[in-house]
């Protein structure tokens, strides 16, 4: 463990709960650091996370959650027009976060794979745990 000088610390305390004294636990922080990934992969990461930081997005994915659906559904559902469900929805498929099939003139959208299922599953478990 490394030491600090407190009036540094002091310095850059912030108003979250911070420790007493500001002591580096070398061992610890090398061993996270070595299995850091990199820059890109991180960008990636924030990325998928900005699209979900959208409220229409969510819906649109709350939706095709359960089944898959064509824009018509996706709008009435929603109560919006086929327009900004198609922008939205564009966003969602360069993110990778659903696909598209055609079937006739009609264009079917369904969750990309598992992993955004995972994903939207974890966020409304957590989402319902903070209200109770």
């Known amino acids: 463990m490394k030491e ?13 709960e911070c420790c ?4 580096v636990h070398e ?21 998928t996370f900005k699209v979900f930081g959208d409220k229409t997005r ?8 359960s089944s898959e ?28 976060l659903v696909k598209s099939r055609r079937d006739g003139k009609s264009i079917f959208y369904s969750l990309d794979d598992s992993h955004v299922r995972t994903i939207l599953s974890m966020g409304m478990e957590h989402a319902m745990e903070q209200e109770v």
Not at 4 to 16: G, H, K, P, Y
Not at 33 to 38: C, E, F, I, L, V
Not at 73 to 91: E, F, K, P, Y
């Open 20 to 23: 007493e004294t500001f002591c």
């Open 69 to 96: 659906l064509c824009v018509c559904d996706i709008a009435q559902l929603l109560d919006m027009n086929q327009s900004a469900i198609s922008h939205q929805l564009r966003v969602l498929k360069q993110a990778k």
């Open 58 to 65: 969510i819906k649109i994915l709350y939706v095709l959650h």
């Open 27 to 47: 061992e610890t922080v090398d061993k996270v650091k070595s299995h850091m990934p990199d820059d890109e992969l991180l960008d990636g990461i924030a990325d």
């Open 4 to 16: 600090i000088n407190q009036e540094v610390f002091d310095e850059n305390r912030t108003e979250a």
